[in-house]
């Protein structure tokens, strides 16, 4: 089946310092993704939707310039914790989207915690 | 604006029984229905998907049906065991859309 790598699985970081996480399609290209942050005992909460080859749409409330998301080719899209604080600690999740059949696949997921 | 809504927010049962999870949304205008299954610390595995003109799904011990004119689907486990222990979380897809609005989910935990 399809699968979504996200990369890396769990990160540490200190305040102020930037953070990258990777979700990419391994078998299957997707024109869009989606990038979810889930705090605990919570539910996923949408923060972007990512398209290929053009800018990112922000949900009301999530900061553009704080989370950086560049979606550059078929089978990868890349979000960028900026300036991260111990506030930006959460579960991140991104989604992908098949092109050919319009299915999602979800990536493992990315615990950030930042000192 | 969609709302999904879950209850219970968490269930506890003992081995062998079945578990009924349910999902309210306030939209019925919708392309699908999912459920997905949260392991704590891990992405999502995606169990059942309900189209908007079918009125349910079936794999394995697990069925979900769907009534959109009342905004409500519920999972249905049959013969629980310990390692259906999970977060299960409903998810709806916007006709037209494409958002996925996620349940606050259900928290389960089955007992031996």
């Known amino acids: 089946g399809a699968v979504v790598s996200q990369h890396p699985s769990w990160v540490i970081c200190k305040s102020g310092t930037s953070v990258k996480i990777e979700c990419r399609s391994l078998d299957f290209q997707a024109t869009t993704m989606f990038w979810y942050r889930q705090f605990p005992k919570q539910s996923l909460m949408l923060m972007a939707t990512?398209?290929?080859?053009?800018?990112?749409?922000?949900e009301q409330g999530v900061e553009k310039d704080k989370f950086l998301i560049n979606h550059a080719s078929l089978t990868l899209s890349t979000l960028t914790v900026t300036s991260a604080h111990p506030e930006d600690s959460s579960f991140y999740i991104c989604?992908?989207?098949?092109?050919?059949?319009?299915?999602?696949?979800f990536g493992s997921g990315t615990q950030l915690s930042v000192l | 604006k969609q709302e999904v809504t879950q209850i219970p927010a968490a269930l506890s049962v003992p081995e062998g029984e079945n578990l009924v999870l349910n999902c309210s949304f306030t939209d019925s205008a919708i392309y699908n229905l999912q459920w997905f299954r949260q392991d704590p610390g891990k992405g999502l595995t995606s169990l059942l998907l309900i189209q908007s003109s079918q009125r349910e799904q079936t794999s394995g011990r697990l069925n979900a049906s769907l009534d959109k004119s009342s905004g409500r689907s519920t999972l249905y486990i049959a013969a629980s065991q310990p390692g259906d222990s999970a977060t299960y979380l409903c998810?709806?897809?916007?006709?037209?859309?494409?958002?996925?609005?996620f349940g606050g989910g259900t928290r389960v935990l089955v007992k031996p």
């Open positions: 990512s398209n290929e080859g053009s800018k990112a749409t922000y």
């Open positions: 989604s992908a989207r098949d092109r050919t059949n319009e299915k999602l696949f």
């Open positions: 998810a709806v897809l916007k006709a037209a859309g494409n958002k996925l609005t």
